[in-house]
């Protein structure tokens, strides 16, 4: 076990590249450059991160549009997961030392993660699957656990239910149409065309074309409505709700915050909005399902840390078929 700080990076306090911003904006904003290498505090990882993973809150985070958790503090070096190698650790963590492989999580707040060192705390760092690249290991923590809490805990998703996810082709779609079979429910997933075959791959049992059939005027009822992708309102939905289904959405809307605080005690259907939490008990029933080969992690494009601009714009686009990484070292 390694305490306190490594030899070598730390003490030189050396410099690395990162991809920040000086200020809110679009993609001009965005730029590489050397920066000094982050240290440790007593209850933190650093890793040397190999792989980001790009998700729609980075291009977010880079508007502005989030500000009230980011802050107006800047340089702001983006990213807000990634996985690689531990090589250093603070004087008080106990549960990871140099070497070990990792996925990191610094968290909303601290980011950091699109540069070639960053700390994540010893709570939000996890063990990386043994049987994926660090590529697909560094999107779990947004997308994969986003989806398991949305269907498992939000959703309250059981076996032989019938559950709807719109958006399935894309980062948490991926993951949620795996995550429900695994859970052993009937999946009907919404996507473009072009994407059917994926997501049959992943397991759907049924698939709906939204570029030719809206979902919501269909004869079908489902127990469940996870809208991954946030493109169909909880008024939309209720119509092919089972009179006691739940419809979850990964951005809040007035009329989901309505039922969910409100009204939602005097109604059967219920809204909920999905906040994701990664934690220790989530990433391992991930990492178990990934090694036991029932999650398989859908990689689109990656990109060098250089073309940064170039992979969010590809995610703002909003046609990923799962996911957008960055490759570092
Ligand atoms: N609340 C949270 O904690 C949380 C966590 C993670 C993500 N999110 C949010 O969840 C949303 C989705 O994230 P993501 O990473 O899955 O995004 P993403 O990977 O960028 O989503 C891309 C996918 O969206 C699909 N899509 C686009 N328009 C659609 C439509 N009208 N109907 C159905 N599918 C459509 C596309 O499929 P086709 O090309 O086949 O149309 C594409 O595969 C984002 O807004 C993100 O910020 C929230």
């Not at 946030?230 to 089972?242: D, H, Q, T």
Request: hydrophobic share 45%; charged share 25%; proline share 5%.
């Amino acid at each position: 076990m390694v305490k306190g700080f490594a030899t070598g990076i730390l003490s030189e306090r050396s410099s690395m590249k990162a991809a920040l911003i000086d200020r809110y904006g679009g993609n001009e904003v965005v730029e590489v450059r050397d920066v000094p290498q982050p240290q440790p505090g007593p209850d933190d990882v650093l890793i040397r991160v190999y792989a980001a993973a790009i998700n729609p809150l980075d291009w977010k985070i880079r508007n502005g549009m989030v500000k009230i958790f980011t802050g107006h503090t800047f340089p702001k070096i983006l990213g807000s997961e990634c996985a690689g190698e531990v090589v250093a650790t603070g004087s008080s963590v106990q549960g990871f030392a140099q070497g070990d492989r990792v996925i990191g999580f610094p968290g909303i707040k601290r980011l950091a993660a699109f540069a070639e060192y960053v700390c994540a705390p010893e709570r939000t760092t996890f063990p990386k699957p043994v049987n994926v690249t660090f590529a697909q290991a560094a999107t779990i923590p947004i997308a994969g656990i986003t989806a398991l809490q949305a269907l498992r805990d939000r959703g309250r998703l059981a076996a032989g239910q019938h559950v709807l996810i719109n958006g399935a082709s894309g980062g948490v779609g991926t993951f949620a149409v795996q995550i429900a079979k695994v859970f052993a429910a009937k999946v009907t997933a919404v996507c473009s065309g072009a994407n059917s075959e994926l997501v049959k791959g992943l397991g759907a049992d049924r698939v709906i074309d939204h570029t030719r059939e809206e979902f919501t005027k269909g004869s079908e009822r489902y127990d469940l409505i996870f809208d991954a992708v946030a493109k169909a309102s909880f008024a939309a939905c209720k119509r092919v709700l089972a009179p006691k289904g739940i419809y979850v959405t990964t951005l809040p809307t007035f009329a989901v915050l309505l039922n969910r605080y409100l009204t939602g005690y005097l109604t059967s259907q219920k809204a909920r909005i999905v906040m994701d939490r990664p934690n220790a008990r989530d990433m391992e029933w991930m990492k178990g399902r990934i090694e036991a080969g029932r999650i398989r992690i859908v990689i689109d494009r990656e990109y060098p840390l250089e073309q940064i601009r170039e992979a969010l714009a590809y995610s703002e686009a909003g046609k990923a078929k799962g996911k957008v990484v960055v490759r570092i070292f």
